[in-house]
């Protein structure tokens, strides 16, 4: 039964695991370089800019990553002229959702900071770029660690839409080595549950150690 | 865009909407139903089915949907296992095309394995957020620890989660969107299929879009407001 699982399988297995980590990987990098810019400009107190981030990020949030990623995928090429791969589109609708997904949960966490913090630090006589460098931030990083690993998860979890609009991640080679070993009646069987315990072994220590953030710093 | 085909194509997408609804209805109610169980287990503190419960949460909460399904769909029938012929959802089944059931099973029984740990988790937070003295204050009026749970602690608990419970709903209802995997005609399927028939792309696309706003927006409205009653009582 576990011949399934020989060296061949599990080195094509780890190809498509590797195009799913780059996109959750890239888009991570994405995520949490706009996610923070756009966190701290929305707790700003202008409220152009707060209706404006909020009406984007109910915007994105309203509507499934999936349809997202159909959008981008077929519609870029319509309108635009641009022919992207559909793991650079992936690449675009997760960075994109995650950003004002993280920008949410920066502002919460900036908000979450008592006022009499930013007072103190104005009487130290700190500007207010050094009061946010030197007090807010530290602070609300330890609120932000632990919701902010939830949303990593999820977003790893969400690269196997990719495989919907086409990409050759973790799933779709899965499914190529099913169809391959057809007479295999238990094929599907090893091959989606391991697939399924790459995502469980991916993603449970994210999640374990989101908590035990949470536990140490609450 | 063409209008016509717009129109013409209309009672595709309706229909597609309509199972999208189905599936997310009874998706929904069988994930509260778990997310209660799991509550009323470590309630009673039955310590076996807690633990459990627990390694469901992560199991379920840290894999995803699409595999969940895949899983469902094309491994559990080799071992003679169909989802269709299980007591409550074969009565499910019934409402929907008789080869369409395995896969609506599936459907089914996937975002309740999915969402009933998301509920489980929101149900968590509020019960945990309760004070000790509550659960003694019911006790000492003469409630049993059953009527307890329902009369003292489960108000509280969903006023306290209501936020999560509903963004639960809204995630749930989303995650419908990864069924057409499972050749459900969802949503999702109608565009594809269309698509790959007639390439007119940016009406389907519309289609798609408005058909999910149609669903989704209504019902985070009325969250919306369910929510801010709870939260002033």
Known sequence: MLSLLNLDTLSRL????????????????????????????????????????????????????????????????????????????????????????????????????????????????????????YIIIPQAFRRLTPVSMNLLTRMIKSTTFAYLIGSVELVKVGQQIIEFNNKNDLAPFIIYGFIFFIFFIICYPITLYSRKLEKKWS | MDLNFIINHLNVFIAAAWLTLKLSFFGIVFSIIIGLFCILMSYFRIKFIEQICKIYIELSRNTPLLIQLFFLYYALPKFDIHLEQIPPLNLICLSVDETLRPAFACAIFGLSFLGGSYMAESFRSGFEAIRKQQFEAGLSLGFTKLGNFRYVILPQILAISISSISANIIFLIKETSVVSIIALPDLVTAMKDLNSLTYKTDELLFLLFMGYLCIILPISLILFFVEKRLSNA
């Open chain 1, 14 to 133: 780890w190809q498509g695991l590797f195009i799913t980590l780059e996109i959750s990987i890239i888009s991570i990098i994405i995520t949490s370089f706009f996610g923070l810019i756009l966190g701290i400009l929305m707790s700003f107190k202008n409220r152009y800019i707060y209706i404006l981030c909020r009406f984007i990020l109910e915007f994105v949030r309203i509507m499934p990553l999936l349809v997202w990623l159909f959008i981008v995928y077929f519609g870029f090429s319509r309108w635009l002229g641009v022919n992207l791969s559909s793991t650079v589109s992936a690449i675009i609708v997760f960075s994109i959702w995650g950003s004002f997904e993280m920008m949410d949960l920066v502002r919460s966490s900036l908000q979450s900071i008592p006022k009499h913090q930013y007072e103190s630090a104005k009487s130290l006589g700190l500007n207010k770029f050094q009061a946010y460098f």
